[in-house]
């Protein structure tokens, strides 16, 4: 399985990333179809630059390709120089094809995705202004974009608050959301690690343990075992539903956050907590979303939806092989495999010119949404191969799967 992770990383998903640099207008064609075609007027949208970014900043820390650190040079130039505003701070939320605002919204996840690929290609390049850019970058989250009790969403490009519906789905408009609030906590955790200033580096891990409390106490739903997902400015659930993608994505996500803040910020029974909480997302899911060998996507009034997303199984791999290596149960590195295989035959696109279908139905016919689009990036696909092939060793889901069958 390791090789074959490895092969998809290294001769598809990388490949097709960097046919997608744009050497006119810098960063990455923001758009391909289903049908394979480029748009190259397309907008570029932050979140699929700044995850392209992380992508081949992480690429190259862990294969040290010299090629790979060239797009994230590339990545980056296009970030500092069409998609942060130096003036009145922060990132808008998308550029026109050509590197012309387009829409100025500053949204705290926005952010965050910036905080996670300066970070990450500081960690590459050892360039001090990207970690300097996302310093400021977080001190503009703490602010601008919260209140006393945690992170709010959507601003103009003067902070002030605008309806959240770029981040609010299923009929709601949310004051807070969790997904917000995991990607807040994932650029922190990296942003926190590769800080060497002592003292913005324990400003750093305060608001990061804050942060963890507040997913466990107002975030965490206990009697469901779940994360809720939409709420109000007082943590009111606007919404009975269930995200199991976010849901084991964050189980393995939370405890990289402890393990990097360690016991200097998290007291012994807090880690205990956080680390009990994690458990549990990740046995509801593997209960309720792990059918026929895949994950579905989420649970709305008690209606499952059952299409298979791409970013889903991703994470998926990424947080059972996490769960395995707490709990040691072969029963979630045979999910890890199984899910790889739905993965390898359903949802990688063989087509030439094709990465990872977005979607496949419950029969395994893919849906006809774009190839790459603002949300659709590298970043869920990718650091599951880099992920699974730095947690998992060679052999052992075969050896999984002669433990479930009494060998």
């Not at 899911?285 to 791409?310: H, V, Y």
């Not at 359903?346 to 949300?375: L, T």
Request: proline share 2%; hydrophobic share 40%.
């Amino acid at each position: 399985m390791l090789q074959e992770i490895n092969k998809e990383l290294t001769k598809h998903i990388i490949p097709f990333w960097k046919s997608l640099r744009d050497e006119e207008y810098g960063g990455y064609y923001g758009l391909v179809d289903f049908d394979l075609t480029v748009d190259k007027k397309a907008e570029k949208g932050a979140i699929l630059n700044s995850r392209i970014l992380w992508f081949f900043s992480r690429a190259f820390n862990e294969l040290k390709d010299i090629s790979l650190l060239r797009e994230a040079d590339h990545a980056y130039r296009f970030l500092e120089e069409k998609l942060l505003d130096e003036e009145k701070g922060g990132i808008c939320w998308s550029v026109t094809y050509d590197g012309k605002v387009l829409d100025s919204t500053r949204h705290t996840y926005n952010q965050a995705f910036a905080i996670y690929a300066l970070s990450e290609y500081y960690r590459a390049s050892g360039n001090k202004t990207a970690l300097i850019t996302a310093q400021k970058l977080f001190c503009l989250i703490e602010d601008k974009c919260r209140d006393r009790d945690g992170y709010l969403e959507a601003f103009d490009e003067d902070f002030n608050p605008l309806p959240n519906d770029k981040l609010s789905e299923n009929g709601v408009i949310a004051e807070r959301t969790m997904n917000t609030a995991l990607h807040v906590l994932e650029a922190y955790t990296l942003l926190f690690d590769v800080t060497d200033d002592l003292s913005v580096k324990k400003l750093i891990g305060i608001k990061l343990a804050q942060l963890l409390g507040v997913i466990r106490t107002k975030i965490y739903n206990p009697d469901k075992k779940r994360l809720d997902v939409f709420f109000d400015r007082d943590y009111e659930s606007l919404i009975d539903l269930q995200s199991y993608g976010h849901d084991i994505e964050a189980s393995w996500l939370i405890d990289l956050a402890a393990d990097t803040l360690g016991d200097a910020f998290l007291e012994k029974e807090a880690a205990a907590n956080i680390k009990r909480m994690t458990g549990e997302l990740a046995e509801s899911t593997f209960e309720r979303a792990l059918q026929d060998g895949s994950f579905i996507n989420e649970c709305e009034d008690g209606k499952q939806d059952r299409t298979r997303i791409w970013w889903v199984q991703s994470e998926a791999m990424v947080g059972f092989a996490n769960a395995y290596r707490k709990t040691g149960q072969a029963r979630y590195l045979k999910a890890v495999s199984d899910i790889w295989e739905y993965t390898g035959e359903f949802i990688i696109d063989k087509r030439n010119g094709g990465e990872w279908f977005w979607q496949a139905s419950e029969d395994g016919a893919p849906g006809k949404r774009p190839i790459v689009e603002p949300w659709k990036c590298p970043y869920h696909n990718g650091r599951m191969c880099f992920e699974i092939m730095n947690r998992l060793k060679e052999g052992e889901a075969d050896d999984s799967r002669k433990v479930l069958r009494g060998a």
